[in-house]
């Protein structure tokens, strides 16, 4: 069966049946070092899927680089080094890759990382692979399983701006590229956060939905959305569209701490599921590396 019918979860779920290995379903693996996690967060992004190769590939890098930081941050964790995978077609400017690896190592400097090298292959298509290694102390970390009834659901942002963004480069402003690259790893939020009970966190990658249902699943409750997190949502259908996208990397967090200065979700209760704020129960809906089709996720809001 082709596994656009199947989707990425059951594919994820088959692989580690394979393994035979419980899944840690996790943004990044603890590996035991004594007092602390050392982490590893590992993430990719191709041509054609996630960039153009026309795109600024300075602004590329960045984004290359913010994405496996993103990661990391949702785990509570300080960033150490980072390695990467190039694949580039035979075809590709030597520029442009200079250019790639400039924007780079201007994020890492701007995060104080050290690069430690990696792989350099050839492909059909541009694909980078990063891996970023960090580390945080145990029983400070954050995981996904940790949500509790009574719990607020908080956001670090509002979202939309990247998801707007996408909308409208799909219609054609191809310039609004560069707010879909322009995302923001959470790191700088985790210092105040380190005075709360973080019961759960994730990255919003995928959607609002995908995300609070891994949580409600994993922990083993509801989750209710009370509050439209969104910035201006001109519409219902936009509002929707905007928690089905995600790709603005903002981190949702569960906490039984009353927050100022992060927008409120909603709550966690007994039970199982993710309800909206129209009452609807939502699944698994988000972002699908196997399913979804990206122009017509992107180009579901309309004007």
């Known amino acids: 069966m082709e596994i656009s019918r199947i989707g990425e979860r059951k594919l994820i779920e088959d692989i580690w049946k394979i393994i035979g290995e419980r899944n840690e379903d996790e943004d990044a693996h603890f590996f035991d070092a004594g007092d602390r996690y050392l982490l590893f967060a590992m993430d990719t992004v191709n041509e054609g899927f996630h960039f153009e190769r026309e795109w600024d590939p300075r602004h590329v890098g960045k984004f290359f680089v913010d994405i496996n930081l993103s990661d990391v ?102 310039e609004r590229y560069r707010e879909i690259l322009d995302i923001k790893p959470r790191l700088d939020i985790l210092p105040s956060l380190k005075k709360y009970a973080i019961t759960s966190c994730i990255d919003n990658s995928d959607g609002v939905y995908k995300s609070l249902d891994l949580i409600s699943r994993l922990s083993g409750v509801k989750i209710a959305i009370e509050n439209d997190i969104s910035e201006n949502s001109r519409n219902e259908e936009e509002r929707v569209s905007i928690y089905t996208m995600g790709g603005d990397y903002e981190l949702l967090f569960t906490t039984p701490n009353r927050l100022r200065g992060y927008p409120l979700i909603g709550r966690v209760y007994e039970g199982e599921g993710v309800v909206d704020l129209n009452g609807r129960l939502v699944g698994q809906e988000g972002y699908d590396h196997f399913v979804t089709e990206r122009r017509l996720i992107r180009t579901k809001v309309r004007r």
């Open 73 to 174: 941050a949702s785990k509570n964790g300080r960033p150490l080094e980072m390695m990467a995978s190039f694949s580039f077609p035979k075809s590709l400017e030597e520029e442009w890759i200079e250019n790639l690896v400039a924007g780079i190592k201007e994020e890492l400097d701007r995060y104080g990382l050290k690069y430690s090298g990696g792989d350099l292959k050839e492909a059909k298509k541009i694909s980078l692979t990063g891996l970023v290694i960090g580390e945080v102390r145990k029983g400070e970390e954050f995981r996904r399983n940790g949500a509790r009834p009574g719990d607020f659901v908080y956001i670090s942002s509002r979202i939309g701006r990247n998801e707007r963004a996408i909308i409208e480069y799909y219609r054609g402003n191809r």
